[in-house]
């Protein structure tokens, strides 16, 4: 756990773990005229409050260039939570929300702006009792980061006294490589301690994500079949309709191995396969990730051609609609060599997964909008039932991360009737029937948690680094070796190259269908 002084008087709150509530703080968001502020952060932020778990003395400040007045910043995001907040707006709720936001325009390299932001928030603090309480949120690009970092540093933003906290929240990417996190570590560890940065990754703050641990070490009947005795494959998927959008720039340097399979899939990869922790601290929890990350089996050039397959999307027709290929995508070069599909087969090298291939593909310009991880377990003996009625099939445990939050296990059952037929029945757990809310915004509970001083859901710096040392052998086999895999292709509004197909075909298996 955050070692920073961050205890109170508080009764615990139940959740993933036990934690304080979080203490009243001063919020700054770097960035505040981002989309990502407007669409996630400030309906986060306004959601915990309708919820009634934000400190009433909370206020939120948005640091950007633009000139703009409090009222207006404070107009917008009104806007704003109309579109984008789960709960709506309540205007009872929003007019004593909106009087807690503010604005500070200041370039990020200019040292005024944050002498200035120093004094704005050290006359809050008076006003309203949070101690000097801060939590930063980068929510810009990483090229931001130093600079940002730096100027909070010679502002001593980054310092406290009398038992107060500041952190630091920032986005991904994290890095390019090995190499760039490594170096952009250093950065941040030169001005908040490891305890006190918090690496976001969105995927962690779903409530199917996090109810991956319950389920298996809460559950008894799992747990004992949680290995290779008993499971036969696992398969991890993250598909999505859209293509780059506006982000031609940024996906061309980061593509999607990195954009998603580096943080979000590895993260929950780990969850997955993960030894029981000694207990559900922070730390604990992220010492038996670590231990997978490093079990990942790294991969040579030429097993990267057998196990690895990457795409990009040609023309096709997405929800009815005809849409360009990636290389005729607005500020995307025509001769690129940046995929938009990733499919590969991994294996993690210890006593619990040996010899249980894992298959996990993600890619843009899908049919379908969806995250699972499906659970294959191993057929029954080739006797009774299965003598009798060929290809019953094996049970299937699938954890929906997103859109229809939820869990549903496929089992086999005698149909109706006179005769001994057997069929698939599915088993099914929705988050929004059963429990007759809709599940929490990712970041509503990530900032929670960074409030509370609650780092189990964030990436630890030795998991970042694990985890790009496995991404960089791919990497390298594609950029740096003489004989490269080829880019394969595949029509906008399918579920990937045939290639992918081969890779499960090879072993006898096959993509399972969102």
Known sequence: MNSTPSQSSNPLKE????????????????????????????????NIEADGDLPATTHITGFARRPKSDESFQHELGDALS???????????????????????????NPEGYRTLAARLDALDKENG????????????????????????????NKTIDGAWARVIVEKPFGRDRDTAHALNEKVSKVFAENDTYRIDHYLGKETAQNIMVLRFANSIFEPLWNHRYIDHIQITAAEPMGVEARGPYYESSGALRDMVQNHLTQILCLLTMEPPA???ADSVRDEKLKVVRALRKMSPEQVARNVVRAQYAAGVVGGND?????SEDRVSPQSETETYVAYRTFIDNWRWDGVPIYVRVGKRMPKHGTEIAIYFKETPGVLFNAQQAGLGPNVLVFRIQPDEGVSLLIQSKRPGAQLAIEPVKMDFHYKTSFGKPSPEAYERLLLDAMSGDATLFARRDEVDAAWTFIDCIEHAWH????PAPMASYPAGSWGPKEADDLLAADGRVWRRL
């Not at 309480?133 to 980061?145: A, D, I, T």
């Not at 740096?480 to 004989?483: A, D, K, L, R, S």
């Open 15 to 46: 959740g993933l773990s036990s934690r304080p509530l979080p203490r009243p703080c001063n919020v700054v968001i770097f960035g505040a005229s981002g989309d990502l502020t407007y669409r996630k952060l400030i309906p986060a932020l306004y």
């Open 130 to 157: 949070t101690a000097g309480n801060r939590l930063f949120y980068l929510s810009v690009g990483p090229s931001e980061f130093e600079g940002i970092l730096a100027q909070l540093a010679d502002a001593g933003l």
């Open 83 to 109: 579109k984008f907040s789960r709960s709506g707006r309540s205007e009872e709720i929003w007019k004593d929300f909106s009087n807690r936001l503010h604005y500070h325009a200041s370039e990020f390299g």
């Open 480 to 483: 740096n070796h003489p004989n």
């Open 279 to 281: 207990d559900l601290s």
């Open 323 to 327: 849409v360009l290929g990636y290389k």
